[in-house]
């Protein structure tokens, strides 16, 4: 089965640029996707790019895919201090009946320091 | 509609009890999902509903653990003589679609602590 995979921690100077990096396993998940989690909070949608496009674009974030390598990666411009926080991937290879369950990294621990 | 919502928001029990969580999907999607999550760890998938229909549980899904989705609004996941191996944040989540881009939605989760 699918099986995804990210470094556990990053720190960033606040400012500068922040990559977190991913690596899935199935070639059939079609849709990728950045979820971010705050203490005690559930996960919030950040963005997600479909597999027949190599980058997304959308304010502060950069979304890269290279699907020769299955590599994702997710760059946050201008990192601020309310970005630090969890930040997994998700990639949803196709069920039967044409559903897609989400699976995720570990998670990425952001932490943003002055 | 503000998004899906989850009920209670933290569960405390002993080893033993039976627990009960209740999600309240975004009120126009079809697609219902229930992951749990462990400390450090990413969610994993539970199971799914499509309208009504359970259509897919994980292995991870005991013979304890029982979902229900009875009018393809509201879901329940009912755990039943909870173990300390079952203390997770219970997330569920919601989308809209038919196949496709899958954007799932998450509530707030419910933590459950097993004494």
């Known amino acids: 089965g699918e099986d995804v995979e990210q470094s556990l921690f990053l720190s960033v100077r606040e400012g500068d640029s922040s990559v977190i990096n991913c690596t899935y396993t199935d070639s059939s998940s079609t849709y990728l996707y950045w979820y971010k989690q705050e203490p005690g909070a559930g996960l919030q949608l950040l963005t997600y790019?479909?597999?027949?496009?190599d980058m997304k674009q959308d304010q502060r974030l950069t979304v890269l895919l290279n699907k020769k390598d299955k590599h994702l990666s997710l760059r946050i411009a201008d990192t601020q201090t309310g970005d630090s926080a969890i930040y997994f991937c998700a990639a949803s290879p196709v069920g039967d009946g044409g559903y897609n369950k989400l699976i995720f990294g570990a998670g990425t621990r952001l932490a943003v320091h002055p | 509609d503000t998004g899906v919502s989850q009920d209670p928001r933290h569960k405390i029990t002993k080893r033993g009890q039976n627990v009960t969580f209740r999600c309240d999907p975004i009120?126009?999607?079809?697609?219902l999902y229930w992951y749990r999550q462990t400390l450090g760890q990413g969610p994993e998938f539970l199971t799914y509903?499509?309208?009504?229909?359970?259509?897919?549980k994980s292995r991870l899904l005991s013979d304890r653990f029982s979902a229900e989705r009875p009018k393809g609004s509201f879901s329940t996941l009912e755990i039943q003589r909870t173990e300390q191996g079952d203390s997770a944040m219970y997330l569920c989540?919601?989308?809209?679609?038919?196949?496709?881009?899958?954007?799932?939605?998450f509530g707030p989760g419910t933590r459950l602590t097993v004494l």
């Open positions: 790019i479909f597999s027949n496009m």
């Open positions: 509903f499509q309208n009504e229909a359970q259509l897919e």
């Open positions: 009120s126009e999607h079809n697609r």
């Open positions: 989540a919601s989308s809209f679609g038919t196949s496709g881009n899958n954007e799932q939605f």
